[in-house]
């Protein structure tokens, strides 16, 4: 299995812009996970998926940020507009059942000019 | 009081010793705990769960929970220097995962 996929890797862009960050998980979990990571704040729970429906989403942070699960394999985080302030490391992770053993993906480290 | 409180270190030992983690939690409605390691720029790796007190064993680690005095523990065995990372301590109460800020751990050849 190639585990959970995140893209891009790496990503860039200037305050206002809109950032998509995508997150295939791993095939026959069935609950997602968006977290975000800062020096400051360490891993922070965004928001929580199971069976592509949004669980909790009480960890994201304002209104400019948003995530879908359109279906088993495929999830975004979207942030519009971007600021500073967003610059960290998100990751995505999956587990088979609920919030138990979470398999994280590589990361996104989004930097917010 | 932050909700997972962890020494965020570093702590360094010699290789071939016990490292030992520690964490303290807040919500004593936690109802499950985990380890994870992470390597520096890397994502966290998941190498421990505990449910109950006591101790459990897998290889060169044992965690142990004791949910009355609301600490939960990792000992890392014969340490390597390839365990040195960040260890991130976790808990889950009522769909919510809290993370601790992690303790650095080196191991010195």
Not at chain 1, 32 to 41: A, D, H, I, K, N
Not at chain 1, 70 to 83: G, H, R, V, W, Y
Not at chain 1, 102 to 111: A, I, M, N, Y
Not at chain 2, 31 to 46: A, D, I, M, N, V
């Amino acid at each position: 299995d190639a585990g959970v996929i995140q893209s891009p890797r790496h990503e860039v862009t200037e305050m206002g812009q809109e950032v998509t960050l995508r997150c295939k998980p791993i095939s026959g979990h069935n609950s997602l996970f968006w977290y975000r990571q800062t020096m400051m704040r360490g891993l922070e729970l965004l928001i929580y998926f199971n069976n592509n429906v949004p669980i909790d989403d009480s960890g994201m942070p304002e209104d400019r940020f948003s995530a879908k699960m359109p279906n088993a394999s495929f999830s975004t985080l979207k942030i519009q507009p971007s600021e500073p302030r967003d610059s960290a490391v998100y990751f995505c992770a999956s587990s088979y059942t609920g919030i138990n053993e979470q398999f994280f993906g590589p990361g996104t480290r989004l930097t917010v000019l | 009081q932050k909700e997972v409180e962890q020494n965020s270190g570093p702590l360094s030992v010699p290789e071939g010793a016990i490292a030992s983690l520690n964490c303290t939690y807040s919500d004593r409605g936690s109802q499950s705990f985990f380890w994870y390691r992470q390597y520096s720029g890397k994502s966290p790796e998941l190498i421990m769960s505990i449910y109950s007190n006591g101790d459990k064993e897998d290889g060169r680690f044992t965690a142990q929970l004791n949910k009355a005095s609301q600490y939960v523990s990792l000992l890392i065995r014969d340490s390597q220097p390839s365990d040195s990372a960040t260890y991130l301590c976790a808990l889950y109460n009522n769909n919510d995962m809290r993370f601790g800020a992690g303790t650095r751990l080196t191991v010195k050849p």
